[in-house]
């Protein structure tokens, strides 16, 4: 499987930004779809966002749309996520996956990173 690790959480204000990285190797990064998903505490692990290889194909939940984008640099086998005017409500654990298909990353990818903590204040 891919290997995955994020970086880029931290505790922030609401309004404020980031930019979550997810570094992958071990595999050739461009077979996989990558995604992001998030827990927050007490709640199931969603899926947030997925990007194709090409970078053609985007997925967002509604509550991220026009806040959150997702991107990937297969040069670098990097995947990001840019969060943008965060919410108290975005608050979770975020983890980047990956799988080689749309479906499986949905019902479930086999690649998963540890995850990054993001915490917004009001």
């Known amino acids: 499987q891919l290997q995955l690790v994020e970086s880029g959480g931290g505790l922030v204000q609401a309004g404020d930004s980031l930019r979550l990285s997810c570094a992958a190797s071990?595999?050739?990064?461009?077979?996989?779809?990558m995604g992001w998903f998030r827990q927050a505490p007490g709640k199931e692990r969603e899926l947030v966002a997925y990007?194709?290889?090409?970078?053609?194909?985007?997925y967002y939940i509604d509550s991220v749309k026009g806040r959150f984008t997702i991107s990937r640099d297969n040069a670098k086998s990097t995947l990001y996520l840019q969060l943008d005017n965060l919410k108290p409500e975005d608050t979770a654990v975020y983890y980047c996956?990956?799988?080689?298909?749309?479906?499986?990353?949905?019902?479930?990818?086999?690649?998963w990173g540890q995850g990054t903590q993001v915490t917004v204040s009001s």
């Open positions: 071990g595999r050739t990064f461009t077979n996989y779809i």
């Open positions: 990007i194709s290889t090409p970078g053609r194909v985007t």
């Open positions: 996956a990956a799988d080689d298909t749309i479906q499986r990353l949905r019902a479930g990818p086999r690649s």
